[in-house]
């Protein structure tokens, strides 16, 4: 064995948690992030939306769908934070499985939008993040077993 699966198992944790820690690190800081940006940017972002969807079937729903995918991106981080701790001091993965199935979840819905939209290059720079989150979800679904 190496240095870091012997520290690691020092710790009771194993490789596949190493992964699943930094899964969880970057999906919760990426939605932390971009949650509370919309918290505390509302209107900005409210009029960021309007304009962007403006032409699209989804203009008169930014008043429903800001909050919702606010919900799932402030769901996502802070289920990945908590799973990242839950990983960190017991290897136990439930929190942060929900945590990487709401970031698939959210991303999803922004890449609908995006389309939607027409926004086919903001569409495009959302693959990687949701193959990230989806590879997380495999990555935590697989600890679980």
């Not at 079937?57 to 402030?74: A, D, N, R, W």
């Not at 981080?77 to 990242?84: N, R, T």
């Amino acid at each position: 064995m190496n240095c870091v699966t012997d520290l690691l198992a020092g710790c009771g944790l194993s490789s596949a948690n190493l992964l699943q820690l930094a899964f969880a690190a970057f999906v919760a800081v990426l939605f932390i992030q971009s949650g509370l940006d919309k918290v505390f940017n509302w209107t900005s972002e409210k009029n960021f939306y309007k304009a962007h969807f403006s032409k699209s079937i989804l203009k008169g729903s930014v008043f429903l769908l800001m909050p919702v995918i606010t919900l799932v991106e402030l769901s996502a981080g802070l289920l990945s934070a908590a799973g990242f701790i839950q990983v960190l001091f017991t290897g136990n993965t439930g929190i942060g499985t929900l945590g990487m199935l709401c970031a698939v979840a959210g991303l999803t819905m922004l890449f609908f939008g995006q389309r939607v939209a027409k926004d086919y290059k903001g569409a495009a720079v959302l693959v990687p993040y949701f193959l990230m989150a989806a590879a997380g979800l495999y990555v935590f679904g697989a600890g679980a077993c």
